[in-house]
């Protein structure tokens, strides 16, 4: 599932309308395939913003996601929400 975090509101409610228009989309033009994907949590700036003082350096870089996008990408899944690294 996905967890709320304190001070996320803003963020997380967009990625949750993006989700929910995915669905739609899914829906209402069943020949496409339509993707919504996590690509978990990333060793970036953003991040680190987010959590002023955290050491993120355990977290994988933003590329190591990328051979789960090109599975999906490439492949003939159905619509729906995957998880980057568990594609790959």
Same mark, same amino acid.
Request: charged fraction near 20%; charge should be negative; avoid cysteine.
């Given at each position: 599932?996905?967890?709320?975090?304190?001070?996320?509101?803003?963020?997380?409610?967009?990625?949750?309308?993006?989700?929910?228009?995915?669905?739609?989309?899914?829906?209402?033009?069943?020949?496409?395939?339509?993707?919504?994907?996590?690509?978990? *949590?990333?060793?970036?700036?953003?991040?680190?913003?987010?959590?002023?003082?955290?050491?993120?350096? *355990?977290?994988?870089?933003?590329?190591?996601?990328?051979?789960?996008?090109?599975?999906?990408?490439?492949?003939?899944?159905?619509?729906?929400?995957?998880?980057?690294?568990?594609?790959?």
């Amino acid at each position: 599932g996905v967890e709320p975090y304190e001070g996320w509101g803003g963020y997380g409610s967009s990625k949750a309308a993006l989700e929910q228009l995915s669905h739609i989309l899914a829906a209402e033009n069943t020949t496409w395939r339509v993707y919504w994907v996590d690509p978990g *949590d990333m060793r970036t700036q953003m991040h680190q913003e987010a959590f002023p003082g955290e050491d993120i350096s *355990d977290r994988p870089l933003p590329e190591e996601s990328v051979p789960g996008l090109l599975v999906l990408i490439t492949g003939s899944h159905p619509s729906g929400r995957y998880s980057a690294r568990k594609l790959s």
